[in-house]
Protein backbone atom coordinates (compact mmCIF):
# COMPACT_ATOMS: atom_id res chain seq x y z
CA UNK A 1 0.00 0.00 0.00
CA UNK A 2 2.47 2.98 -1.25
CA UNK A 3 1.17 6.88 -1.08
CA UNK A 4 1.12 8.56 -4.00
CA UNK A 5 0.87 12.41 -4.60
CA UNK A 6 -0.26 14.01 -7.87
CA UNK A 7 2.01 16.12 -9.20
CA UNK A 8 0.47 19.07 -8.95
CA UNK A 9 0.30 18.44 -5.43
CA UNK A 10 3.96 17.99 -4.58
CA UNK A 11 5.32 19.16 -1.07
CA UNK A 12 8.75 19.38 -0.20
CA UNK A 13 10.76 20.38 3.06
CA UNK A 14 14.59 21.11 3.55
CA UNK A 15 16.17 22.09 6.74
CA UNK A 16 19.59 23.54 6.99
CA UNK A 17 21.49 23.07 10.65
CA UNK A 18 18.12 23.91 11.81
CA UNK A 19 18.38 27.65 11.01
CA UNK A 20 16.70 27.76 7.56
CA UNK A 21 13.97 26.00 5.63
CA UNK A 22 12.49 26.23 2.71
CA UNK A 23 9.05 24.77 1.81
CA UNK A 24 7.25 24.13 -1.47
CA UNK A 25 3.52 23.52 -1.47
CA UNK A 26 2.72 26.00 0.44
CA UNK A 27 -0.67 27.65 0.02
CA UNK A 28 -1.27 30.15 3.00
CA UNK A 29 0.23 31.47 5.71
CA UNK A 30 -1.98 30.44 8.38
CA UNK A 31 -0.78 33.02 11.16
CA UNK A 32 3.16 33.59 11.95
CA UNK A 33 5.19 35.38 15.25
CA UNK A 34 8.61 34.97 16.19
CA UNK A 35 8.19 31.38 17.27
CA UNK A 36 5.43 29.64 15.68
CA UNK A 37 4.80 29.68 11.97
CA UNK A 38 0.99 27.92 10.69
CA UNK A 39 0.99 27.00 6.79
CA UNK A 40 -1.51 25.26 4.60
CA UNK A 41 0.09 23.14 2.46
CA UNK A 42 -0.50 20.58 -0.23
CA UNK A 43 -0.09 17.84 2.50
CA UNK A 44 -2.06 19.39 5.25
CA UNK A 45 -1.08 21.88 7.67
CA UNK A 46 2.07 22.31 8.79
CA UNK A 47 3.84 24.02 11.89
CA UNK A 48 7.10 25.62 12.33
CA UNK A 49 8.35 25.95 15.85
CA UNK A 50 11.42 28.05 17.11
CA UNK A 51 12.81 31.05 18.05
CA UNK A 52 13.87 34.35 16.39
CA UNK A 53 11.68 32.99 13.28
CA UNK A 54 11.02 35.27 10.24
CA UNK A 55 9.76 34.47 6.79
CA UNK A 56 12.39 35.52 4.47
CA UNK A 57 10.72 34.78 1.59
CA UNK A 58 7.27 33.63 -0.16
CA UNK A 59 5.39 33.44 -2.89
CA UNK A 60 2.00 31.87 -2.82
CA UNK A 61 1.95 31.64 -6.86
CA UNK A 62 4.78 29.25 -6.80
CA UNK A 63 4.03 28.03 -3.31
CA UNK A 64 7.27 28.44 -2.42
CA UNK A 65 8.21 30.03 1.53
CA UNK A 66 11.70 30.18 3.13
CA UNK A 67 12.32 30.88 7.10
CA UNK A 68 15.09 31.78 8.94
CA UNK A 69 15.57 31.82 12.93
CA UNK A 70 16.51 28.84 15.17
CA UNK A 71 13.99 25.83 14.05
CA UNK A 72 12.60 23.48 17.14
CA UNK A 73 10.27 21.54 15.53
CA UNK A 74 7.90 20.45 12.54
CA UNK A 75 4.42 19.25 12.62
CA UNK A 76 1.96 17.98 10.48
CA UNK A 77 -1.71 18.48 11.39
CA UNK A 78 -4.81 17.35 9.67
CA UNK A 79 -6.53 19.98 7.29
CA UNK A 80 -9.15 20.87 8.53
CA UNK A 81 -12.40 22.74 6.94
CA UNK A 82 -12.43 25.93 7.09
CA UNK A 83 -15.01 29.09 6.51
CA UNK A 84 -12.32 31.70 6.26
CA UNK A 85 -9.13 32.55 4.66
CA UNK A 86 -5.79 32.16 5.67
CA UNK A 87 -4.04 35.31 6.89
CA UNK A 88 -2.46 37.00 3.70
CA UNK A 89 -6.25 36.00 1.87
CA UNK A 90 -7.56 38.09 4.58
CA UNK A 91 -5.29 40.64 4.41
CA UNK A 92 -6.30 41.32 0.36
CA UNK A 93 -9.53 40.86 0.78
Given amino acids: MGYEVAAAAR ?3 TMEDR ?3 TVS ?3 DVERFDDTNIVLSTTQGMLVVSGEGLHIEKLSLDGGDLKVEGK ?3 LS ?3 RAERN ?3 FFSRLLR
Fill in 19 to 21: RGL
Fill in 25 to 27: GVE
Fill in 76 to 78: YEE
Fill in 84 to 86: VGG
Fill in 11 to 13: HHV
Fill in 71 to 73: IDA
